[in-house]
Structure formats: C-alpha cells, structure tokens
C-alpha cells in the first residue's frame, strides 16, 4: 500500500498552523505599526484600528497565496 505524500494528515496540520501563524503575525505586525503611526502622527485609535485592519487583511491574502500554491502543486 503505497501512501500519496500529499495526502498526510500531518501536512495538513502542518499547512494550518503555518497559516495560524501567519495571519497572527501579520496581524500583530499591523497593530504595532498602527500603534507607532497613532504616536507619530497623533489620533491613535485610528492609526491602530486601521493597522490591525490592515495586518488582517495582508495576513488574510498571503493566507489565500499560500493555498492556491499547496493546491497548484497538489494538483501536478
């Protein structure tokens, strides 16, 4: 019985948490660069919210980036 190494539960999980982590990372990234333009530029509630709006949805598209790649090479 041979087992297709793209079909591992393990790289699945493996594949999850890398995308956890990146959405995390990006997210905070943008809040801290949120916090800094609020101080920098003043009104910082507004610099903070649109950073971690923002971090999310960098961290969203690289996510999507990342599947269509796993899926493209999963496919042939």
């Known amino acids: 019985m041979k087992l297709d190494p793209n079909n591992q539960p393990w790289h ?10 990146e959405v995390a990372v ?14 920098y530029f003043g009104n910082e ?16 598209v690289t996510a999507i980036l990342v599947i269509k790649k796993v899926l493209e090479d999963q496919e042939g």
């Open 12 to 21: 699945a999980a493996a594949l999850v948490g890398a995308l956890g982590i």
């Open 26 to 39: 990006c997210t905070v990234a943008g809040y801290l660069v949120g916090g800094w333009a609020g101080n």
């Open 45 to 60: 509630k507004a610099w903070l919210l649109g950073g971690l709006l923002t971090g999310l949805s960098l961290g969203i």
